[in-house]
């Protein structure tokens, strides 16, 4: 049964590009919980001017925004989308902690070698300049297409075994990977599977060997984004600039954290360079948003998770 939309969200807007797997994983995210939602198309390599002055310097794809609050990373997209709309739940509690744990491999595990895989099969066909960004990314050389293309095949090689503990999971004709319902388990890998397409190059003939990974996938492609309304990128600045950041839950720091109101610096742990800095607005063990400030859109508050990010207090 697909979701219906039942759920009004005009003020959300996601900042996406169409290609991009982890704003796959947004858009199916906002079908599941039926809503309506706008959508920002942003470049897929730097600069992002309009996007930018969002979210403090933070530029990995895709943002949620209302208003004058920004959320990155999809894995508090996910926890933002839940906290208002509940049902249908990416966490039933049949699936806790063992749900969160597969989404965890997925996006830190499987995700990069496919990408490397994928893109390194359609080296050619990629959009111009992506190489050097990505590698730029990473603090790597720009590296030629032959050496993209070679590191496709060494990349294969650790794609295949992952692929093959997706299709182990739906063995025994489960219809999702934690059972009869979607958690964010399968939001999580879907979007990596869904990768697979490629641009020029479709790759998913290492998906071919497991019938019911294919059903799955076809299962969780039907779930749609929802309603989508494609809006422009002054649009979006304009709404940020006229509103004000929400009134926050109550904070609960943890030990060592810094208190609302001191000043912070944050950034993704894995491989970013710049930190987004601005005063604690809300914390807790699960997120930590920073009140940013800019001449172009005023004061946002730029959300971010703790898991996968670094943070530091400012004196």
């Known amino acids: ?41 942003i470049p897929p390599i730097a600069p992002k001017p309009k996007l930018t002055p969002l979210t403090g310097g933070y530029r990995r794809t895709p943002v949620l925004q209302d208003g004058a609050d920004v959320w990155c990373d999809t894995k508090l997209i996910a926890r933002e989308l839940e906290r208002r709309v509940p049902q249908p739940t990416f966490y039933p509690p049949s699936t806790s902690g063992a749900a969160d744990a597969i989404a965890w491999w997925a996006e830190q595990q499987f995700m990069r070698p ?36 070679k ?16 299709a182990d999971m739906l063995a025994d004709g489960r219809r999702y990977l934690l059972g009869d319902v979607p958690c964010i388990a399968d939001f999580a890998t879907y979007h990596v599977v869904w990768f697979f397409r490629g641009r020029h190059i479709d790759c998913r003939e290492v998906l071919n060997p497991y019938p019911r990974l294919l059903a799955w996938r076809d299962r969780m492609a039907e779930v749609g984004h929802g309603n989508r309304i494609d809006i422009d990128a002054d649009e979006a600045l304009a709404e940020a600039c006229a509103a004000t950041p929400a009134t926050p839950r109550p904070s609960q720091p943890q030990e060592g954290d810094p208190r609302p109101g001191q000043r912070a610096r944050v950034r993704a742990s894995d491989n970013a360079k710049d930190w987004i800095e601005g005063e604690v607005h809300f914390i807790d063990a699960d997120e930590i948003a920073l009140l940013h400030e800019n001449d172009e859109v005023g004061q946002v508050a730029v959300h971010f998770p703790r898991l996968g990010y670094d943070w530091r207090p400012m004196s």
């Not at 704003?23 to 706008?38: D, P, Y």
């Not at 050619?124 to 603090?139: F, N, T, V, W």
């Not at 095949?153 to 503990?165: C, G, H, K, T, Y």
């Open 151 to 166: 590191a496709a095949f060494r990349n294969l090689q650790l794609v295949r075994p992952q692929v093959r503990w997706i």
């Open 114 to 149: 496919t990408a490397l895989y994928v893109s390194g099969i359609n080296a050619d066909h990629m959009p111009e300049g992506l190489h050097a960004d990505r590698a730029k990314l990473h603090g790597l050389p720009m590296p030629s297409i032959e050496a993209v293309r």
């Open 1 to 41: 049964m697909l979701p219906q939309i039942v759920e009004s969200a005009n003020s959300l807007i996601l900042h996406q590009y169409d290609f991009s797997n982890f704003a796959e994983k947004a858009r199916l995210m906002m079908g599941f919980k039926g809503l309506t939602w706008r959508a920002v198309e």
